[in-house]
């Protein structure tokens, strides 16, 4: 598994998972900061994506959660704190539940406890994606995709960016990764992790509306609800700065924290 790692003398390791279809390219505003205040940021490009090869139709994770514990092993880190985009939140849930010695701190983007579409307008969204995807190819939908999560006139080098990661991605395991966030069910697994962890939305988000990631926050015991003003689903390529100083102040929160209050920004 090709994995970006900048600091890797930072005293401390974080580990951040893209979103379907995308590559650690989302991270680089990340990586960049965090390497710059001494921590270890490690952003992989998950099984099939970017440059690592796939493991096959991984319909449950599990795969790639060995994958991720088999490359931290080899990395030398024994516990790292999780932050999750998307399909990478989906992918540190479930890291977090069967690997909960390896997490010592999870924060949860633009993500969601199960994939139930809220209104219409997602349906829909959901259904073209469905169809195009395994009907057509993977990256059939990429334009539809990037226009949908980066409408605005400013995002269109980002859109153009995550078109042509797409255009790479392995069509088996974007398949087989759309099929897992389908089925996703994070139920009680998570409810006494007991360690901070975080839920921040975009506010303007159409892919997992808010009313999803509430829900997610949820079924985490003592979660931290943040929602960035004016902000949709692509939060660290989005709005960087604004993100970045949530990321800060997630890190910086003491690991004997486990009760935290709902906080709205």
Request: aromatic share 10%; proline share 6%; with cysteine.
């Amino acid at each position: 598994m090709y994995i970006e790692d900048p600091n890797p003398t930072g005293h401390q390791a974080v580990l951040m998972l893209h979103g379907l279809g995308a590559s650690s390219l989302m991270w680089r505003y990340q990586l960049e900061f965090l390497s710059r205040l001494g921590y270890r940021p490690l952003a992989p490009d998950l099984p099939g994506f970017g440059r690592s090869f796939g493991v096959g139709a991984d319909l449950s994770g599990r795969r790639t959660i060995e994958a991720l514990k088999q490359a931290l092993n080899q990395l030398g880190v024994s516990q790292v704190d999780v932050v999750g985009l998307s399909m990478g939140g989906v992918l540190a849930q479930k890291l977090a539940v069967q690997q909960p010695q390896l997490v010592r701190r999870l924060m949860l983007a633009s993500t969601f406890a199960r994939l139930v579409p809220a209104n219409f307008q997602q349906r829909w969204y959901f259904l073209r994606r469905f169809f195009t995807v395994f009907f057509l190819s993977p990256s059939a939908q990429a334009g539809l995709v990037a226009n949908t999560v980066f409408p605005k006139p400013e995002f269109q080098q980002i859109r153009q960016m995550y078109v042509s990661q797409v255009e790479k991605a392995n069509p088996v395991s974007y398949r087989a990764a759309l099929l897992m966030l389908a089925t996703h069910r994070l139920g009680n697994g998570l409810h006494d992790f007991g360690k901070p962890a975080w839920v921040i939305a975009g506010a303007e988000d159409t892919t997992v509306v808010i009313e999803q990631q509430r829900d997610l926050a949820s079924h985490i015991h003592g979660a931290r609800m943040v929602v960035v003003p004016n902000a949709g689903h692509g939060l660290s390529v989005e709005c960087p700065d604004v993100f970045n100083q949530h990321l800060l102040s997630w890190l910086e929160t003491s690991l004997l924290e486990s009760e935290m209050p709902d906080c709205l920004n």
